[in-house]
Structure formats: C-alpha cells, structure tokens
C-alpha cells in the first residue's frame, strides 16, 4: 500500500480513460477519451488507457482488443496502457487484486468498513419491502458490529462475505467540479467495496488505482456524480490527496433519452467505422457535443477541427452542461466536409476496403484498376458523404459493358424523346479523336442541346442511364473519359438497342 500520492510526484497532469470490457466499446468511451486527452496534450501531461475488468460476469475477452482497436482507429492514443506498459502498471484491474487488499484491512481496521454476511436473495427481498413501504432503499446493516458465528444465527446468512463501506450520518455529499462548480449528491449507502469473489467494486478500485497512478484529473459522465460522496470518503479514510473531478454531460438521443447500445446502434463504437465515417469527423463531432466552436478572424463559427486543434483552445469552464443532442444529420455533414478534404490520393485509400468488401473491385486490385480508381475518386469526391456511399458510383467504372444493369428507377425516368437523344449522341461522338470530357461536353452540347432544343438539364439524362445505369451518377462527361471511346459507345448502343 502506497503512504503518498503518486500525484505529488509531477506537477505534469495525469487523466486517464477506464472502460470496462464488457462487449462492443460505447462511443462515450471515446468522448470522455477526447476530452482526458486534450486536456493531457495540452498541459504536456500524460494519458493513460485503465482496463476496469473487475466485473467478471459482464466481461467479454474480445472487448479489450476492440478497444485498443477503435480508440486507435480514432488517434486517441494513449502513453501509458496494458498494451505499452508504463511505469504504474499493470493497468488491468484484474492484475492488480494484491493491491487492493491492504486498503481493505485498513478501512476494517479504522472502523470505515465491515463484512456483510447477507446472502443475494435476503437483499433481494429487503429492497422490495422497502420498495413496497416507500422507504428509501440502501442496505439495513444487519450485519454491522456483529461477528460471523453471531450472523450465522441470524437468516439470510451467506457464508462468503462482502466488504461494506460504513458511511457516517454526516457523510458529506457536496464537491468542487472543475466543470460544475459546487455539486451537491445524495447520501451515500452502505457501498459494497470488495466482493465475495474477492474483486473490488469500481467504487474501491477506481480510488486506490487513481491514487497509485498519480491521476490528477478524473473526467467522467455525470451519471458519476452521486457515487462521488462515496469515493471523496474512501480517499478522505485513506489520508490520500483526491484528484479533481470533472462531470461530463451524457451524450443523448433526440428525445433527451441517454444513448445506450441496446437501443442505438450509433452507441457501439464499432458502427462509425462500419458505415463509412472518417476518425477525423467521428472525433470532431464528439468534440462538438459539449464544447462550443472555436471562431475565426471574422468571428464565424469554425465547426472542423482536429484533435491538435481542439487541444490547443481546450479550457474546462466552456465545456456545456447541457447533455448534448447526438444528431446524426450533423455528423454526415461533418464527415462530407472531411471527406471533401481529403487528398485524392487518401481519399482513393480509404475507400479501397468498402469497395473490396461489396465486390467492385478484387482483393489484389490491378495498377490500371488502381489508376481508375484515382480518376473516379476525383469526380465522387463531393458527391459523398459516407464512404459507404462510394461502391453504387463506383461500380459502372469496373463492370464488363454486357452486364451494366439498368436501374428500374433510371429507365422509368426516360422520355420518348430517349431513342433520339442516344441516335443523335452516338452520331455526334463517333468521329470525335480527342476523346477528354471537354470535347465531349462540347459536342454533345452542340449536337442535343442546340440541335435538338432540349434545355440543358434534361438533355443528357438517356446518357447518363446508359452509361452509369442509374438515374444519379458522377458527372457524365468525365466518367465518358475515365470509361474510353470504345465503352462509351457501347454502352450508348446497349441503351438504345433495349428501347422500343
């Protein structure tokens, strides 16, 4: 057991992130992990990723790798963590249940803590009486001051016992919070900190890791704040120095419900990756939901940043208590203006795993699948915004001309006047030697549009269908270049060739 706090060894802020492995990560994990970090980036502290697996009937053994795998994908990287080490570890709760039990026997000792005999189904029925009169529910302890042959007289005696915190009447319920100010907390109970299994509740662990890991600052949601009393004691008992504490706003859906993975599939942490959102604009959108924009010389509002940027203005007293909106809407906005600054180059990369995954284009793409890929990139760049949304315009460019299917929806769209418009395109483009989108459009032009006196908009929408197959396409006069004559006007044929 630590006499210091490890704290007082630097004057660098510690924050740390500590999710619990218990099935796919939430995205909270990842909002209290952006708000941990730049707080630590900023005052060149240091970041430390905590496993809490003490809840061993929850624990699921492919959640810790998720973790490691999303927070990465997202570049909240961590100094100090299971999987790099660091001069505290080790940073799984589970290997750490030798130094929990010496603070255990010194708040039995010091009379702050006693055993609790009760077995699971006597709680189980003394909560519903007290439920049933109205009572405020906490455990009775009938177990305090008594020895185990004196309880084991007793009912309800289970013959492992638990640790129980003994709260004093004038416990105090209020504290500072870097965010909040004074908060106010109901009285605590009678909090379980070590059970029958020998593992420590989070109540316990979280002080007495906080404390051996130097954390100086514990950023958290605000569903925290009642259990709050209840650490402030533990570390008071202790005569260890508390860290400040920091009450984030929950994240929450449009009807203010709190998000949860049951029932929102945008809570799993996995699903941004999944859908084709880029890490830049997941974590600038968490970064939005509780902290306002920073302005720009002309006072605007700057909505895209990056985790360096956010660090550098990043100040406790503008985050927003107010838990903020997850609006989905805002973050497909978001991802589209990141996508639309991507490098061409980047943004080809990125799309090349979604396309391998619906098939449009191979596992060992050639160098001429691979140049065409660039070339399509470009003209789709700011006609997405998932990158998801990439393989339906891609597609046409990397299927045999013969199998171009035409969507039903792009062959109801066409006119009587379709058999003439493809006559007349086909007439028109194929003498043309220079065949650049820029002579296309040009002769096109000519040929439908002043020659036909059809108005610009609907003058191509027959080539348009025959080239890509759909009523929506990347433009038509460059994706006729990226394609080649000879594509071109087969697929021009093919269209016209199906037309009464």
């Known amino acids: 057991m630590s006499d210091s706090s490890a704290a007082s060894e ?12 218990t099935g796919d990560p939430h995205v909270g994990t990842a909002y209290m992990a952006l708000f941990n970090l730049a707080y630590a980036r900023q005052q060149g502290g240091s970041f430390v990723l905590r496993i809490e697996d003490t809840d061993r009937a929850r624990f699921n053994a492919t959640s810790e790798q998720q973790l490691y795998d999303t927070l990465g994908w997202l ?3 961590w100094d100090e963590g299971p999987d790099v080490g660091g001069p505290y570890a080790p940073y799984r709760q589970s290997e750490r249940l030798e130094t929990y039990r010496p603070y255990v026997d010194k708040l039995i000792e010091d009379g702050h803590a006693y055993h609790c005999w009760c077995s699971s189904e006597r709680l189980a029925a003394m909560r519903e009486k007290q439920q049933k009169l109205k009572l405020p529910t906490g455990y009775d302890r009938m177990c305090v001051g008594k020895t185990k042959e004196e309880r084991a007289q007793l009912e309800g005696f289970n013959d492992t016992p638990v640790v129980r915190m003994l709260v ?5 319920t209020t504290f500072e919070d870097v965010i909040r100010g004074t908060v106010s907390a109901p009285v605590p109970d009678d909090q379980v900190i070590l059970k029958g299994d020998g593992f420590p509740t989070y109540h ?10 130097g954390i100086t600052h514990v950023v958290r949601g605000e569903e925290w ?11 008071q008992w202790l005569g260890l120095e508390p860290p400040k504490f920091a009450h984030m706003p929950l994240l929450r859906n449009q009807n203010k419900s709190k998000i949860s993975k049951r029932k929102n599939p945008e809570a799993r942490l996995t699903w941004f990756e999944e859908q084709g959102y880029l890490p830049e604009a997941v974590v600038n959108f968490l970064g939005l939901l509780a902290y306002p924009p920073a302005k720009g010389e002309s006072g605007e509002d700057v909505e895209k940043f990056t985790v360096e940027e956010f660090s550098r203005v990043f100040a406790w007293d503008k985050v927003n208590t107010v838990g903020p909106i997850f609006d989905l809407k805002k973050l497909d906005w978001l991802n ?5 600054g991507l490098q061409l180059d980047d943004l080809a990369a990125r799309l090349l795993p979604f396309l391998q995954a619906d098939r449009v284009l191979a596992q060992d ?9 660039r070339s399509v990139t470009e003209q789709i760049q700011t006609r997405i915004n998932l990158l998801t949304e990439a393989s339906a315009l891609v597609a046409p460019f990397y299927v045999a001309d013969a199998d171009l299917e035409i969507a039903e929806d792009a062959r109801k769209g066409l006119k009587d006047t379709a058999g003439e418009v493809l006559d007349t395109a086909l007439a028109a483009l194929t003498p043309l030697d220079q065949w650049h989108a820029a002579e296309i459009e040009r002769v096109l032009r000519e040929a439908i549009v002043d020659g036909m006196d059809i108005k610009p908009r609907l003058a191509f929408g027959p080539l348009r269908t025959a080239v890509s197959g759909q009523k929506v396409s990347p433009p038509l006069f460059e994706s006729m270049e990226i394609l080649g004559k000879d594509s071109s006007l087969t697929r021009l044929r093919n269209l016209r060739a199906s037309l009464a």
């Open 336 to 340: 589209g203006a990141w996508i639309r």
């Open 168 to 172: 004093p009447d004038d416990a105090p």
């Open 10 to 21: 630097t004057t660098a802020p510690r924050l740390r992130v500590a999710p619990s492995p």
């Open 75 to 77: 570049g909240l990287t």
């Open 225 to 235: 704040i009642s259990s709050t009393p209840k650490h402030v004691l533990l570390y």
């Open 365 to 373: 793409p050639s160098p001429g699948e691979l140049a065409r890929l």
């Open 204 to 213: 316990l662990a979280v002080v007495v890791d906080d404390h051996e890991m």
